[in-house]
């Protein structure tokens, strides 16, 4: 198992920049101290489009157009879209969408392999000439079983010695559709017997008759992702090929191609990739949580990919200051969850307007407040920031409190609300506990309290103290509003740790969504528009859902859950 970095605890650990520079930075910096591509640095975001985005790609997207940026390079939007029977035009614009919601600027530089398929023939054409690549007639199977091991060389294709005549003349058959998919493929002539298998004859191009998004019937021969990848690069003038560390065996075959067509060469570099713990980064196996309806869909906020993150409320601010927050490595190791959600309660905490809302409301009548009457009372919108001003909230004899913050037989360190007890209601007054009001069966179904009318603004004239402090809604005046209420997908921290037997499939949480129908909020949430973020006080960072929230049916889903340090803070008030 890979190693876990632990989460930050102080701020200054969270926020420290590193005071070395990572390694790529350092090799930016010595070839441009060398005069390498003039000291140019030019960079690349290159997905496959064949699913959408999720936090790995997010720690690439930021590190290469950071990088650009740093340096005042370019960076380039590339998608390597070389295999039709698994690309949509649905992933492409999803992923546009992705990397500049993010903060990727590729100004007029989206391109396409797809665009280069002409150039990527020629040069096929051009490997065959001098002897360097050849059609092999092996089947897939018969491919892998002349591969070898580890510890055993591969064995020479049949076919591998056919002359330069006959590698053209099959080769441009290949091009005109004259054989069935998989019955024929353009290999590289390299080395059989090389240590590193991604060199034994590795494939260039595959036959499949299938319609590409966007060069459509026109070929029915498709470059492999090793051919087509280092020569996009190099037709686009990138100089630093930034990859994670899964392709650092296939740098040998990066640079091979590029020697051998004798084309600008840049330079691949590897990084660690991001590995976070209570989820999964396989493309399939996201796409297998989204076909067999484990999760609403891509966007579901309990997913990882971009769009799920979005959704939840997470913003491209936070991303960007937990990708810089975890650096860059050349070692594989697993972030602890609790850094990703540092990230966005730090932003958050900024941002966020203050509301009161109560999940499971309890009633609380104030006898000794006169029936009908209603004041407004001033409630700050953020405690650090007076230039985001404040709200007026209404408050009337009939509230709503938290069930969770009554307790009839309550232990001795139970600060919240008791019979005979006082609390702090927020920006209102001290109350007091007098009666329990059950149904038949004994559930608690009002409370009846008294106010002290000295208290207004939550401070008493005569010095008292109370412990706790709880947050509320005027009853006549609540918005009803759905709450979605998200945890972790996963049960576990690795949860392709399965068992013999069983799958991630098995560490599922079944408790990762709760769905509160009958929440009650403050009335200044009556105007929220679809995409606002909120601190609802005590309870968590909540985002109005995109989708589903409409004016007069409010949805919000939790973004986060706060540390539990308000309610200390405001009992010092």
Not at 23 to 40: L, P
């Amino acid at each position: 198992m890979a190693t876990t970095t632990s989460a930050p605890r102080t701020d200054e650990s969270r926020g420290d920049k590193p005071s070395s520079r990572n390694f790529i930075q350092q090799i930016i910096d010595a070839d441009r101290a060398a005069g390498k591509n003039g000291g140019r640095v030019h960079t690349r975001f290159p997905p496959e489009p064949n699913g959408y985005l999720h936090i790995g790609h997010a720690k690439s997207i930021c590190l290469n157009f950071g990088l650009a940026r740093e340096y005042g390079g370019k960076f380039n939007l590339r998608f390597d879209d070389t295999n039709p029977t698994k690309e949509e035009q649905e992933y492409v614009d999803s992923i546009i969408d992705d990397v500049r919601w993010l903060g990727g600027d590729w100004e007029d530089r989206l391109f396409y392999a797809s665009d280069y398929f002409q150039q990527l023939y020629d040069w096929a054409v051009q490997l065959i000439k001098e002897g360097k690549a050849y059609v092999c007639d092996l089947t897939a199977d018969e491919v892998r079983a002349h591969r070898g091991t580890l510890s055993e060389p591969g064995k020479n294709s049949p076919y591998r010695n056919r002359s330069v005549e006959e590698n053209l003349d099959l080769f441009q058959r290949m091009e005109k559709g004259e054989f069935p998919d998989g019955t024929r493929t353009l290999r590289a002539k390299i080395d059989m017997a090389s240590p590193n298998i991604n060199m034994r004859d590795p494939v260039m191009y595959r036959i499949k008759h299938a319609s590409h998004h966007r060069s459509g019937d026109r070929w029915c021969i498709y470059p492999s992702y090793d051919y087509t990848h280092g020569q996009s690069d190099s037709i686009e003038g990138i100089t630093h090929s930034i990859c994670t560390l899964e392709f650092e065996n296939h740098r040998p075959l990066y640079d091979w191609f590029c020697e051998a067509l004798r084309i600008h060469h840049p330079q691949q570099i590897e990084f660690a990739r991001l590995n976070l713990t209570y989820t999964v980064m396989s493309k399939r196996k996201l796409l297998q949580l989204v076909q067999e309806k484990h999760v609403a869909g891509w966007d579901d906020p309990r997913m990882l990919t971009i769009r799920g993150l979005r959704r939840r409320g997470y913003t491209p601010e936070a991303i960007r200051a937990f990708c810089e927050r975890i650096g860059v490595a050349k070692f594989n190791s697993t972030v602890e969850m609790a850094w990703l959600e540092d990230a966005i309660r730090e932003d958050l905490n900024e941002r966020a307007p203050r509301v009161m809302a109560v999940l499971r409301p309890l009633k609380v009548v104030i006898t000794n407040y006169p029936e009908g009457q209603v004041e407004q009372l001033d409630a700050a919108n953020h405690p650090q920031r007076p230039e985001m001003g404040s709200r007026t909230v209404p408050f009337t004899r009939d509230l709503y409190i938290e069930a969770d913050d009554f307790m009839e037989d309550a232990p001795k360190k139970f600060f919240r609300l008791a019979p005979g007890r006082e609390v702090r209601l927020r920006y209102a007054y001290f109350i007091t506990c007098c009666e329990v009001v059950k149904d038949k069966s004994g559930n608690i179904t009002e409370l009846r309290c008294t106010y002290d009318p000295a208290t207004r603004g939550g401070n008493a004239p005569d010095g008292r103290k109370v412990k706790g402090t709880i947050h509320w809604v005027a009853a006549p005046h609540a918005i009803a509003a759905e709450l979605r209420l998200y945890d972790h997908l996963f049960k576990t921290e690795y949860p392709d740790d399965a068992p013999p037997g069983k799958t991630f499939l098995d560490n599922i949480n079944s408790d990762s969504l709760e769905i509160v129908r009958n929440a009650k909020l403050e009335p200044s949430l009556a105007v929220a528009t679809s995409g606002q973020h909120f601190q609802f006080e005590r309870l968590g960072y909540f985002f109005t859902d995109p989708d589903d929230s409409k004016p007069a049916k409010p949805v919000f889903n939790r973004t986060a859950t706060l540390r539990d340090t308000w309610a200390k803070e405001a009992a010092k008030e």
